[in-house]
């Protein structure tokens, strides 16, 4: 079975500070995906990346930035955490078939 | 640009019903198509996905989708729904003209269903 694994499930975390969301993948897929997921607004992509160190941004990419230094792993990172990226974060992983999909991290900015 | 449409938000069926949920895309050329299934707390689980050939496709779980060009819908059936079912549907089109196509997707807003005894 394919696995993708995103470090936490649940994260609280302080407005203006650094976080880090972490995603693994065992399949060795070449393309990694972002999304965040809000009621009402389903998911929207924020960024992907379709190599090691390589990105492209997706439909919402302010505020936020990722890493790729290894093909396995895909991080997410607010550089300042606000009070509005309190969301669902999922990763996904893929190669050219289809997405699979983390469990999700619900990260809460208070 | 593509995107997706669900229009209903949440639906109620009593277990044993049939169902069918809706789906409308806008996309420039060939779509790929996905509908991709959520169970509270966990991440997305793919249903079926259309790419060519025989525009009805049968999933998991006993869900099949009809993907009907003239119309721009690809409408997610399943002809009788258990309690397991309750779950947010999405719906979600990617490109087939991107070499990403099949993963970097446009999602619609999701149908949140709940089964009735």
């Known amino acids: 079975d394919v696995k993708v694994t995103q470090s936490s499930r649940y994260l609280v975390k302080r407005t203006g500070e650094k976080v880090f969301l972490e995603c693994v993948q065992d399949?060795?897929?070449?393309?990694m995906f972002w999304y965040r997921q809000d009621p009402g607004l389903g998911l929207r992509l924020i960024y992907f990346s379709y190599d090691v160190k390589m990105k492209e941004k997706g439909d919402i990419p302010e505020g936020y930035s990722v890493s790729r230094e290894k093909k396995e792993r895909f991080s997410l990172i607010l550089e300042s955490a606000s009070t509005n990226q309190t969301s669902m974060y999922l990763c996904?992983?893929?190669?050219?078939?289809?997405?699979?999909f983390g469990q999700g991290t619900r990260l809460t900015v208070v | 640009a593509q995107s997706v449409t669900q229009p209903d938000i949440h639906i109620t069926v009593s277990e044993g019903a049939s169902l069918e949920l809706r789906c409308n895309y806008s996309?420039?050329?060939?779509?790929?198509l996905f509908w991709y299934v959520q169970s509270p707390g966990q991440g997305l689980q793919l249903l079926l996905k259309?790419?060519?050939?025989?525009?009805l496709v049968q999933g998991i779980k006993g869900f099949e989708a009809e993907f009907k060009r003239s119309q721009s819908s690809f409408n997610l059936r399943k002809p009788s729904v258990h309690w397991s079912d309750a779950a947010e549907y999405f719906c979600a089109v990617g490109g087939s003209y991107s070499y990403f196509g099949n993963e970097k997707l446009t999602f619609g807003t999701g149908t949140r269903l709940t089964i009735i005894p």
């Open positions: 996309y420039g050329a060939t779509p790929y």
């Open positions: 259309y790419f060519s050939g025989d525009t």
């Open positions: 399949m060795d897929h070449e393309n």
């Open positions: 996904a992983s893929g190669r050219n078939t289809e997405a699979f």
